[in-house]
C-alpha cells in the first residue's frame, strides 16, 4: 500500500453549533453515492412485475383523470395548449417529488445498517432516494415528448433551459426531505404524514389545473409554494407562458427552497450526529 | 510503545448517552405527552436533578496512541464500551468530549455484509459492499476474481443473493471484506458469526492481514483470538482505561479482576428470570432457592477463570418444611445445551438425604486443570423427590482460559486436562530406540 502518497488525516471531535457541510468529504464518498444510486434503480425495476410500465402507467392515469374531471367536467382553462399536455408537463416533475417524498423520508430509518455499521454521509440517504427517482422521470420525459408530437405541438426555444428546471425541481426535492427524513429518524409518524402531506400539496399546487385559475393580482404568490415555481418553471419551458407571470413565481420559490435548503442541511448535520444512536 | 510513527491518537475521549437515547425512537405523541407531563415535572423537582440518573457514561476518559503496524486488542466485559470506541474511531457516532487524529486510510469491519441486498446478485453486491466498505471501483475491478475465488460461489455469481443459502451469504460478504485493504483496520466481533470452519478461516485470514503491517484495532470476547493476534492490549471497563500494555498482562488482569463480577451472582429477579421448568406437586413449595453464586478460591464472585485455577458453585436455599430427600444438581452445558459436566449433591451419600425446615447452602468445587479454552452455561437444577423440582439454565456464563501446561498452550477443547503420557518403541525393529516418559 502506498501509506505515505496517501496519508490522509481525521480529526474526530465533539461537534459544535449547527453543522455545515464538508463538501470534500462528499467528493471524496461520491462512488458510494453512485453505487447507492445504482442499487435503488436497480431494485426498484426488478421488484415489479411489469417494471419500467408502472413509471408510465401512473402519472397517465392521473393525467387521464384530472383531464377528465379538471379540463371537462369543470371546464378549468388550459391557456391554450390541451389540457391533457398541459396536466402531464406538470404531473412529470411532481411525480418525482412526490416520490422523493415517499421514499427518502424513510431513507434513513430503512437504511439502518448503513447508519449503524459504517460510515457512509448520512446526506447521502435521502439525496440517493431523490436522484434515483429521476430515472423515472427520464422514461415518462420520453412519453411525454411522444404526447407532444402527438398534439403536433412544437416546444419553444426556452426547452434548451429544461435541465436547469430538473436541477431545481431535484434541489426542491432535497430541500424538503432533508427535514423529514432527519425528522422520521427522531419522531417515526413523520412517514405516516407523508401521505396526506402529498395529497394535500398536490392540490396546493398547480398541477392538477393551470395557475391561470387564480386571479392576476394573486398568481405571483403561488410561488411561495417551492413546487408551484417548478411547475410553472417546467410548463414555461415546454409549453410557453401564455398567462405571464411565471418568472417571479420561480424566483420567489427558488428563494423560499434557498431557505429550506440551507435551514435543511444544518438541521440534517445537527441531527445526524444522533443518528447512530437514535435509529 | 512503538518506535513507529503514531497512526492513531485517543486523547480524552467521553461518550455520553442519555438513557432517553437508548430508546429506538419517539412518537410524535410521546412528545406530546412529554409536553403535558413537563409543569408537573417542574413542581416535583428534586435536588438531584433528573440530569445525573439519566446518564451514561459509555466512554470515559480514554486515552492511547497507537504506532504504526501494530495490532491492539480491545477486551473488557459487555458494556465496557469497546464497540462504543470502535463507533467513535469509524465516525459512525459523534464523542461527547475529547480528540482522535487518525493519519490514513480507515476501514472498520462491524458487521459482514452490509448493505447486502437479496435482490441483486452475488456479483453486484460484491460491488455495492465493497463500496459501502470503502473501496474504490477500479480496486474492485482489480481485485474481483480473488473476492470470488476466495468465497467459493463463481458458480452462482449471477443468482440473487436471496437463494444463497445464511452460510454462502456469510463467505461472499467476508470474502470482499477480506479484501479491504486499509491502512487502518477495525474490527469488531465478525469472527463470532459462522461456523467453526468459516471463523478458523477468518482468523487464518486476520493472522495474514497483522503479518502484512497494518494497522488494526480487534475487538473480541474470543481471548484466544486476542491473544493470537494482538501484541498490545487495551483493558476496558465501565467506559474507562484499566490497563495498557501487552495482551497477556492485560488478559491475567480482566480475568484476574473477575470480569463480569455482577454476573457470577445470581438473585432475586435475576434468578427468577433464569428458571427453565418448575414443578410443583402437591400444595405449596418446600423449598426455596434465594441464590447462586460462581466463586473464585477465595469465595469471590467471578465468572472468567484460567484453567489451573478452582471453580466454586455456592446454591443458597431455604427449606421451608421439612423434606424427605432432596438433592441439587449441577450440570455445565456447551453452547449447544451438550452436557460437559454434571455432579450432584448425592454423588457421595449412601440414601435420600433429608433436610429440615432452615437456611442451606451447598457448595461444589469444581477442581482446577480440568477444562480447556471453554465457555460454559452453569444449569442447577434443585428436586425435592418425588414432589418438586425446579430448574435454572444459564445461571452464569462461565468463560475458562486454558493456562497451559509447562509450554503447551493449545488449549481449544472442552477437557483439557493434564494427563499422564508413555511413549515407548512398539515394534521389534524399533526396539533399540530409546524410550521417551513423560509424566
Known amino acids: 500500500m502506498a501509506a505515505a502518497a496517501e496519508s490522509r ?18 467528493w471524496e464518498f461520491r462512488e458510494i453515492l453512485y453505487f447507492l444510486v445504482w442499487r435503488d434503480v436497480k431494485i426498484r425495476y426488478k421488484q415489479t412485475a411489469i417494471g419500467a410500465a408502472w413509471v408510465l402507467l401512473q402519472p397517465l392515469l392521473t393525467a387521464t383523470i384530472f383531464t377528465v374531471v379538471f379540463g371537462r367536467f369543470a371546464g378549468l382553462p388550459s391557456g391554450g395548449v390541451p389540457y391533457a399536455v398541459m396536466v402531464y408537463a406538470g404531473l412529470l416533475p411532481w411525480f418525482v417529488f412526490a416520490n422523493a417524498l415517499t421514499f427518502s423520508t424513510r431513507s434513513i430509518v430503512e437504511n439502518q445498517a448503513l447508519v449503524t455499521k459504517v460510515y457512509v454521509p448520512r446526506l447521502f440517504l435521502p439525496l440517493v432516494a431523490v436522484l434515483a427517482g429521476l430515472v423515472d422521470f427520464l422514461i415518462g420525459g420520453v412519453f411525454l415528448v411522444g404526447l407532444m408530437a ?15 428546471f430538473v436541477l431545481f425541481l431535484v434541489v426542491t426535492a432535497v430541500a424538503v426531505t432533508l427535514w423529514l427524513s432527519a425528522l422520521n429518524v427522531r419522531y417515526r409518524d413523520v412517514q405516516y404524514t407523508v401521505p396526506f402531506l402529498t395529497q394535500a400539496w398536490l392540490f396546493a399546487t398547480p398541477v392538477a389545473y393551470s395557475a391561470l385559475v387564480f386571479p392576476e393580482s394573486v398568481r405571483t404568490w403561488i410561488g411561495l409554494n417551492p413546487m408551484a415555481g417548478v411547475v410553472q418553471g417546467f410548463r414555461w419551458a415546454l409549453l410557453g407562458d401564455e398567462a405571464g407571470g411565471v418568472g417571479a413565481q420561480v424566483l420567489l420559490s427558488a428563494a423560499i427552497v434557498l431557505v429550506l435548503l440551507v435551514g435543511g442541511i444544518a438541521y440534517f448535520r445537527r441531527v445526524e450526529r444522533s443518528f447512530a444512536d437514535v435509529v | 510503545m512503538s518506535s513507529e510513527p503514531t497512526v492513531v491518537s485517543v486523547e480524552g475521549l467521553r461518550k455520553r448517552y442519555r438513557l432517553g437515547q437508548l430508546e429506538p425512537y419517539r412518537a410524535l405523541r410521546d412528545v406530546l405527552a412529554g409536553a403535558l407531563a413537563a409543569p408537573a415535572r417542574l413542581l416535583r423537582r428534586d435536588a438531584s436533578g433528573p440530569q445525573a440518573r439519566e446518564v451514561v457514561w459509555a466512554l470515559d476518559g480514554v486515552s492511547f496512541e497507537l504506532g504504526q503496524g501494530e495490532v491492539l486488542g480491545l477486551i473488557g466485559a459487555n458494556g465496557a464500551g469497546k464497540s462504543t470506541l470502535l463507533k467513535v474511531l469509524s465516525r459512525i457516532t459523534a464523542p461527547t468530549e475529547g480528540r482522535v487524529v487518525i493519519r490514513g486510510r480507515v476501514g472498520s469491519l462491524l458487521e459482514v455484509g452490509t448493505g447486502f441486498h437479496p435482490e441483486l446478485t452475488g456479483r453486484e453486491n460484491i460491488y455495492l459492499n465493497g463500496a459501502i466498505l470503502g473501496m474504490r471501483k477500479t480496486e474492485i475491478d482489480r481485485r474481483f476474481d480473488e473476492i470470488v475465488e476466495f468465497s467459493g460461489i463463481a458458480r452462482f455469481l449471477d443468482t440473487p443473493v436471496k437463494r444463497f443459502s445464511s452460510g454462502m451469504q ?16 477495525l474490527v469488531d466481533e465478525v469472527l463470532a458469526v459462522g461456523d467453526a470452519e468459516f471463523q478458523r478461516k477468518c482468523l487464518g485470514k486476520m493472522h495474514d492481514v497483522t503479518r502484512q503491517g497494518r494497522t488494526v484495532i480487534f475487538v473480541s470476547h474470543n481471548l484466544a483470538a486476542v491473544r493470537s493476534l494482538c501484541s ?4 476496558l471497563d465501565k467506559g474507562r482505561l484499566l490497563f495498557d500494555g501487552d495482551t497477556d498482562g492485560a488478559i491475567e488482569r480482566y480475568l484476574g479482576r473477575g470480569g463480569g463480577r455482577e454476573a457470577a451472582v445470581v438473585e432475586g429477579e435475576r434468578l427468577e428470570e433464569r428458571v427453565a421448568k ?46 424427605p430427600s432432596f438433592r441439587i444438581l449441577v450440570t455445565l452445558t456447551d453452547g449447544n445445551q451438550v452436557p460437559v459436566l454434571r455432579t450432584e449433591t448425592i454423588d457421595e451419600v449412601e440414601g435420600p438425604v433429608t433436610l429440615d425446615p432452615g437456611s442451606y447452602r451447598s457448595e461444589v468445587v469444581i477442581p482446577r486443570g480440568l477444562f480447556g479454552d471453554a465457555q460454559l452455561d452453569l444449569n442447577v437444577s434443585l428436586i425435592a423427590e418425588v414432589n418438586q423440582v425446579i430448574d435454572y439454565a444459564g445461571v452464569v456464563m462461565l468463560d475458562v482460559h486454558f493456562a497451559g501446561h509447562g509450554s503447551n498452550t493449545r488449549g481449544k477443547a472442552y477437557l483439557r486436562p493434564q494427563l499422564p503420557w508413555q511413549t515407548r518403541a512398539a515394534a521389534p525393529s524399533a526396539a533399540d530406540q530409546p524410550g521417551v516418559e513423560r509424566a
Open chain 2, 278 to 323: 418448575r414443578r410443583l406437586y402437591g400444595s405449596e413449595p418446600l423449598f426455596r432457592c434465594t441464590r447462586i453464586a460462581v466463586l473464585d478460591e477465595e469465595g469471590l464472585p467471578t465468572s472468567s477463570f484460567r484453567s489451573d485455577e478452582e471453580i466454586r458453585v455456592a446454591v443458597d436455599y431455604t427449606v421451608l418444611r421439612r423434606v
Open chain 1, 150 to 164: 402527438w398534439y403536433g405541438i412544437v416546444p419553444p426555444l426556452q426547452a434548451l433551459t429544461l435541465p436547469l
Open chain 2, 170 to 185: 456469510v463467505r461472499l460478504a467476508f470474502s470482499v471484506a477480506a479484501h479491504l485493504e486499509p491502512e487502518i483496520l
Open chain 1, 9 to 26: 488525516v481525521t480529526v474526530i471531535q465533539p461537534p459544535r453549533g449547527w453543522g455545515s457541510i464538508n463538501l470534500r468529504e462528499l
Open chain 2, 232 to 235: 498490545r492490549a487495551l483493558l
